[in-house]
């Protein structure tokens, strides 16, 4: 135990982090397959339409299927497809090559049904494609007829559009094609590098009747060979190609590129353009280090037994060094580092179990991600007789990861403290088993207050109110006044706690970041449609994996709207035939000037109209599509209070773009990590800092 003396403890993070820096993904040529692109069908609801971009302004999800032109069989209408491009992205680049591996891209197979209607009298034209393009944003304008939605009459050829397409042709370009009923290999160009007849397969990409045929698009990253297989829908994949060339990806398209599909019709060639299910089967290829924090975080989270064992001979060695000064040897530099000023208590297990009753059933308060919440009563203050209620979190003992949640919850929220944030009160880590002590709360967390059916009756306004501007504060403390940002990352219903006067309390702060991982990534939240916290998480973070401040107020947008109309994010409000999400539905109110019944029935009108209308627009504002235009956390407090006028909602609500501007800020549980080893030498002072923050608000 001589090696444990005050220096001791930061060199072993700082070997730990050293220990990180060499687990840089390994570039071996076998990736991990994964089915990123999962679609048995199209449905026009957020699920869908949330991981699609749609370019073109006729493009959508329509009749079961992408509509890349309108979609329309009424003849009096024809007008409406003449001249038409569309594209619909994934939404989620998706990494082609490895920055270390010179040779190897990756492979991918993607299957799709295809769909190309033509109505009785109409001329064909002109097609769909398959796309794999540099962005989800942008489609060239003029791209209707022979450019099938790829390129214009000015950019067609050009390298600058790094893009690679395989068209299904339906119309004969006489400078161009063979036929009028081809498929063919794009780059930069709808003048294709190679293409191949359908004529001799049997297929007809729009018969008078209208077919679904089946496509395969095969690419081998180590062979550079792309396949197209095609036969009618429900035919098995044919045994050769109809079209197979060799193409090095990495010379055409960009690092990370985007997949979809584009189409177009013509003047007066014209065709319904229709995808019916599409799947991408890709090779993951994992990012360098420093590229993508989130990989980072995953790595010092998702992680290496390695890691966690340190961790715990640190915890292990610190638990017994303080047995043995308690013994009566002391030594005053690690007696600093130790446990900092502000530092939660230190509890045995045995006091737990006694508290919560041997974690009795009946004391039980709640269940998260983590482990069950207790409730307990403890003796927090060592000379006092009297108990005090508390709320104990243990994890669940098959968490791997419990023990990194647990340090990081820690080393950050011993720094935290402000009178809208859950305050923990003390932590055990024994026989493998970790559990941290909470302020009680005794009205429990908002979520069970807010629909009729609580049993703690409706929430009045000024309730509501007071919960808001709350969140709102707790928000601009973690975001501004503590000396180092913090994102909260999981805001939601159940993650605000109320106290005995309905003041606001937020908790779960520290465990989200301990979520960071690459497992819960919001992609594969995405993907997942994860129940109770879609709704909550902005668009840009299925792009960029990161939460931010932004992400937060889009969060916390999201909260606003749900109090004041006491109805959850993700249900879907009916209102003449269609369905609408809460946020879609207040923006209609609010374009329709009456905002003002989107607030909750239950309150029987007893409400304050010009703090409602203020809330909602608030909340509309927040919930921006694009994160740089949502208001900032210093503005929302003075919005609330009225000293702000609200910023100026557009009556349709923008749609989402991507890319659209730097994030302002990243989550990292390294910063919190490596503070942890700066904070050791500097405890005093930030312990300092934080308590002024407190008073301050
Ligand atoms: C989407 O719509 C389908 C059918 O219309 C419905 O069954 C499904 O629950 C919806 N999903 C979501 C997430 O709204
Ligand atoms: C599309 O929506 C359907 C119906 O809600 C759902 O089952 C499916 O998972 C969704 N797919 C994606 C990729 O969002
Ligand atoms: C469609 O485009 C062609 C050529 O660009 C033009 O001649 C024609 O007038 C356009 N038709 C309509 C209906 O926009
Ligand atoms: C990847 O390349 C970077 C610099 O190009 C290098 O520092 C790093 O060690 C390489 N990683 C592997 C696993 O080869
Ligand atoms: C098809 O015929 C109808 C009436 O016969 C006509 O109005 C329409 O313009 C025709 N459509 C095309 C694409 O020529
Ligand atoms: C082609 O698209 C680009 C980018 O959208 C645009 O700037 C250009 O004007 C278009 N060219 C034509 C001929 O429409
Ligand atoms: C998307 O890619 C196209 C083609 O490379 C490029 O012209 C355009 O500027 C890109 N848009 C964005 C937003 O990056
Ligand atoms: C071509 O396909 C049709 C069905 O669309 C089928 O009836 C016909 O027998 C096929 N011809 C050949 C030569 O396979
Ligand atoms: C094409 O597929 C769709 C949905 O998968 C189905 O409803 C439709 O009947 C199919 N059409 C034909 C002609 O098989
Ligand atoms: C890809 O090509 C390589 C080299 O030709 C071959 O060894 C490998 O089996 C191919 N992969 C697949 C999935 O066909
Ligand atoms: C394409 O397939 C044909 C026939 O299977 C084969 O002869 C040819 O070499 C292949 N071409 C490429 C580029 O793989």
């Known amino acids: 135990m001589r090696l444990l003396n ?101 492979s991918f197979t993607s299957f799709f049904v295809i769909n190309i209607f033509r109505g009785d009298n109409w001329t064909a034209g002109h097609g769909l494609a398959f796309l794999i393009a540099p962005n989800a944003s942008t489609m060239p304008d003029s791209s209707y007829g022979r450019w099938l939605g790829l390129t214009n009459a000015s950019t067609d050829g050009s390298r600058d559009n790094q893009i690679v397409a395989i068209e299904f042709d339906t119309l004969r370009q006489p400078d161009l094609d063979p036929d009028g009923n081809h498929i063919g290999l794009d780059i930069n160009s709808v003048d294709s590098k190679k293409v191949a007849s359908l004529n001799d397969y049997n297929i007809t990409l729009s018969p008078e009747e209208g077919t679904n045929y089946s496509v395969w698009v095969d690419y081998n990253g180590t062979s550079k060979v792309m396949e197209v297989y095609m036969a009618r829908q429900g035919g098995n994949r044919p045994s050769n190609p109809i079209l197979n060339d060799t193409i090095d990806l990495k010379q055409y398209v960009k690092q990370d590129s985007f997949f979809g599909f584009t189409g177009s019709t013509g003047y007066r060639e014209i065709e319904l353009n229709c995808v019916l299910q599409w799947t991408l089967d890709i090779d993951i290829i994992p990012r360098p280090r420093g590229e993508d924090n989130r990989l980072r975080i995953g790595l010092a989270i998702g992680v290496p037994l390695g890691t966690i064992t340190i961790l715990v001979v640190v915890i292990v060695c610190i638990v017994k060094y303080r047995r043995g000064r308690r013994n009566g ?41 983590f482990g069950i919440v207790y409730k307990g009563l403890l003796n927090l203050h060592e000379n006092s007789s009297n108990q005090s209620q508390v709320a104990v979190k243990k994890f669940l003992r098959d968490s791997i990861k419990g023990k990194d949640e647990f340090m990081a919850e820690l080393a950050i929220i011993h720094r935290l403290r402000h009178k809208n944030l859950v305050r923990l009160v003390g932590w055990c880590y024994e026989k493998g088993k970790l559990l941290l002590v909470y302020d009680f709360m005794p009205n429990g967390s908002l979520d069970g207050h807010l629909y009729g059916n609580s049993s703690h009756g409706v929430l009045n306004w000024s309730h509501r109110y007071k919960i808001l501007t709350g969140i709102a504060s707790a928000l601009h403390y973690l975001h501004n006044e503590y000396d180092q940002k ?55 973070c299925f792009h960029t994996g990161k939460a931010t401040t932004e992400s937060d107020v889009f969060g916390f947008g999201a909260v606003v709207l749900e109090v004041v109309c006491g109805k959850h994010p993700g249900i879907k409000i009916s209102h003449q035939q269609d369905l609408y999400t809460l946020v879609d539905w207040v923006w209609m109110l609010h374009r329709e000037r009456r905002l003002v019944e989107a607030v909750d029935e239950h309150l029987n009108g007893q409400f304050d109209i010009d703090e409602t209308r203020r809330l909602l627009l608030l909340g509309l ?26 910023p100026v909602v557009p009556p349709f609500k923008p749609v989402f773009q991507w890319p659209s501007g730097p994030p302002s800020s990243i989550n990292s549980i390294e910063n919190s990590l490596s503070s942890l080893v700066f904070s050791s030498q500097d405890s005093v002072g930030m312990a300092t800092t934080s308590q002024k923050n407190s008073t301050r608000l």
């Open 6 to 106: 005050g220096n001791s403890i930061p060199i072993m993070f700082i070997i730990l982090f050293s220990l990180l820096n060499h687990l840089t993904p390994a570039t071996a040529a076998s990736f991990r397959r994964e089915r990123a692109i999962h679609f048995d069908s199209f449905v026009d609801n957020d699920s869908n339409r949330s991981s699609l971009t749609f370019m073109g302004g006729s493009s959508r999800i329509q009749f079961g299927a992408l509509q890349l032109t309108p979609d329309t069989m009424n003849e009096a209408m024809v007008d409406i497809h003449y001249n038409k491009s569309g594209r619909i992205m994934f939404n989620r680049p998706f990494r082609l090559w490895s920055s270390n591996d010179t040779d190897t891209v990756a």
């Open 329 to 369: 040897e002391g030594d005053d530099r690690f007696g600093k580092l130790r446990w900092l000023p502000g530092m939660p208590r230190e509890l045995k297990y045995r006091e737990l179990k006694k508290a919560t009753n041997n974690f009795d059933e009946s004391m039980k308060l709640g269940e998260g991600g």
């Open 486 to 540: 913090v994102v909260h990352r999981d805001l939601k219903p159940s993650n605000i706690l109320l106290d005995v006067d309905y003041n606001a309390r937020l908790g779960d702060f520290g465990l989200a970041r301990a979520l960071e991982n690459e497992r819960h990534s919001y992609s594969e939240l995405g993907l997942a449609g994860v129940p109770g916290t879609m709704g909550y998480v902005a668009p840009e």
């Open 621 to 646: 504002a927040c919930s921006h599509p694009i994160a740089s235009e949502r208001p900032q956390t210093q503005d929302i407090f003075q919005i609330m209070n009225g000293t702000m006028p609200v």
